[in-house]
């Protein structure tokens, strides 16, 4: 059975940090690119930060670039984002998601095969 459960959300104020892990199970690791997207009310779908665990490619959406570090702990099968000075715009649910790195890594954060049940990230003002 595929697994991916997410952990780590919460209230924070803005400018604070939180740390959003990642436990995946049910298929192999090492073929498939992890990562985050996030939905907010009335807001399309965006795709966060990802990285396929073969070879440690990442992407970062433009949003989030230099605030987010996403990194990957293949012994254990979990990934990990962390969040840095966060930003009311950050709010939204965070799905954990999973790509078969086969639809190329140009695809990273685009496409999903797999997602957990979300972890809700409250930035206040």
């Known amino acids: 059975e595929v697994q991916l459960v997410e952990s780590g959300g919460g209230l924070v104020q803005a400018g604070g940090s939180l740390r959003l892990s990642c436990a995946a199970s049910g298929f192999p690791f090492d073929d498939y690119a992890i990562g985050w997207f996030r939905q907010a009310p009335g807001k399309e779908r965006e795709g966060v930060s990802c990285?396929?665990?073969?070879?440690?490619?990442?992407y970062y959406a433009d949003s989030v670039k230099g605030r987010f570090t996403i990194s990957s702990d293949n012994a254990k099968n979990t990934v990990y984002l962390q969040m840095n000075s966060l930003k009311p715009e950050d709010t939204a649910v965070y799905y954990c998601g999973a790509m078969d790195v086969g639809y190329g890594l140009g695809n990273l954060c685009s496409i999903f095969d797999y997602w957990g049940q979300g972890t809700q990230v409250t930035v206040s003002a």
């Open positions: 990285i396929s665990s073969s070879d440690g490619s990442t």
